[in-house]
């Protein structure tokens, strides 16, 4: 007798992503019920052995686990695209704005953020920002994923734009104490919420940025109550330079000393890492953050994720903030990835396509400590995934035979504007690439509205007149 099943999705070409390559099955099927993934096959066989409430035919479609989005700061997406093609991004081209981001232009950015990652494809989103009231209740009522890290640090707000380029900044033990009591309140109050939907991490923000104490402490509760520790590491000449001023140590060789480097660290960026620190951090257990997009924008630097990967640590994709970065949309991230490592390279099978869609779903799963729930479409697993239309025109021809060319032009030519259908938790988030629960229209009003707020207020502010763009404005060139 045929079983009951919420979905089932047939005639797919499904990726797996289990075993070691992407697991495909010519003419897939995956049926879902309460929320989580009961059977994956061919779709003869599984199309006899159940009656769904819905059957979705995924023909034309590849059908894969959502995206996995680690890194990622959703407030700046209201400030999308001031920060870009400029030396000293953070303080000649963020700084101004992050004076000026209140808290309903910070939410707006949020919801901007998450609606443009989940209509990409992106299930599950690693954000990390101050835990400003409403923040988690973007990712609540929209219904992805979300892995939310409350920044912890000891610096004075509002003061970035004074810093002079190469001094040693301010570090404020009140400001860092709260930080660590915000974050200690937000952990109690959302990790675990919405049906285990949203978990949390802690988010001392970079070695540079809180006292040693801080540091150990903010160590300590993330050990007693099991929760990942989410950091940049190395993310900068910058962060550097500021450690050896104010311990004499590398970023890499200090975190050794005080204990991070274990499997409890999410470890971003690495961006100044040497190949001799990236495998020491990889052979701790640690897992890394590669924020491709970013990195190359605002740093013009590639970071060693393959080092990482050769080492045996687990990387994860990011698409980091907007401000700095222009998108928040994992398929992005995919193709820089593969196409930057293989310039630096200088060698074309450097990651290959299968591997960065791996980095993408169920190494990424890993990474951020969720492998066992979310990352491949496994039976028992969680029911995140999407499907993606390959007969858009830029996705097409489909050929199996005698190389098929899905993954390839998946990670080389797809833009997140083919993903047809996204799934949360066994429930329909995305249809026809309208997103069901969200007035879309409401959003981009709000948004707009915000950002300009934001911008006027900067144009006040005399401290803009030290940004590097303004230059470029003046001769016409943005």
């Known amino acids: ?86 030396a000293h991004w953070m303080q000649k081209g963020l700084a101004p704005y992050a004076r000026h981001l209140h808290r309903e232009a910070a939410l707006a950015g949020a919801w901007l953020n998450v609606l443009e990652a989940l209509k990409a494809g992106t299930t599950t989103l690693g954000d990390y920002a101050h ?39 301010p570090l404020d ?45 903010v160590k ?25 001023k104010r311990y004499g140590k590398r970023t890499p060789a200090f975190l050794e000393q005080i204990g991070y480097l274990d499997d ?28 491709s997009g970013s990195i190359g924008i605002i740093d013009g630097i590639v970071p060693p994720a393959v080092a990482f990967r050769s080492a045996g640590g687990l990387v994860a994709l990011g698409s980091d903030q907007a401000a700095g970065n222009n998108c928040n949309n994992i398929f992005n991230e995919m193709k820089l990835t593969a196409i930057f490592n293989k310039i630096k390279y200088r060698d074309p099978t450097v990651l290959p396509a299968w591997q960065v869609l791996r980095m993408a779903t169920i190494e990424g799963a890993q990474a951020i400590g969720m492998g066992d729930e979310i990352g491949s479409i496994r039976r028992g697993k969680k029911a995140d995934l999407i499907l993606v239309d390959l007969h858009a025109l830029n996705l097409m ?17 797809a833009t997140g504007h083919e993903v047809d259908l996204v799934m949360v938790d066994g429930r329909i988030l995305v249809r026809e690439g309208r997103v069901l629960a969200v007035d879309e229209a409401a959003v981009r009003e709000e948004v707009q509205q915000r950002a300009q707020e934001v911008a006027d207020a900067v144009k006040r502010d005399p401290v803009h007149l030290d940004m590097a763009l303004l230059q470029a404005m003046e001769e016409g060139n943005l």
Not at 26 to 34: I, Q
Not at 48 to 69: M, N
Not at 222 to 243: K, N, S, Y
């Open 264 to 291: 409890q660290l999410l470890a971003v960026h690495l961006t100044e890492a040497t190949e001799d620190e990236t495998a020491q951090i990889a052979y701790s257990g640690a897992s890394m953050v590669l924020c």
């Open 1 to 86: 007798m045929p079983e009951p099943a919420d979905f089932l999705f047939v005639h797919a070409h499904l990726f797996t992503m289990e075993g070691d390559g992407v697991g495909y099955i010519e003419d897939g099927a995956v049926a879902v019920r309460s929320g989580r993934i009961i059977d994956v096959g061919p779709s003869t066989a599984l199309s006899t052995r159940f009656v769904a409430t819905e059957v979705i035919d995924a023909s034309h479609h590849a059908l894969l686990p959502g995206l996995i989005d680690a890194h990622m700061h959703t407030p700046w997406a209201v400030v999308r695209g001031v920060a870009q093609d400029v």
């Open 131 to 169: 835990p400003i009231e409403g923040w988690a209740d973007v990712f609540a009522a929209v219904g992805v994923r979300a892995v939310l890290t409350a920044t912890i640090n000891a610096l004075p707000p509002g003061q970035m734009a004074n810093w002079g380029i190469g001094e040693l900044y």
């Open 173 to 217: 033990d009140v400001v860092g104490e709260q930080s660590i009591r915000q974050a200690v309140d937000f952990a109690a109050e959302w990790h675990g919420a919405e049906d285990g939907r949203i978990t949390v991490m802690y988010g001392p923000q970079g070695a540079d940025m809180l006292t040693l104490d801080q540091l150990r402490h």
């Open 220 to 244: 300590r509760l993330a050990a007693a109550e099991g929760l990942m520790l989410h950091m940049h590491v190395a993310q900068g000449d910058r962060e550097i330079d500021q450690m050896l």
């Open 397 to 413: 021809p489909v050929l199996t035979a005698p190389i098929r060319n899905i993954v390839p032009n998946l990670v080389y030519a």
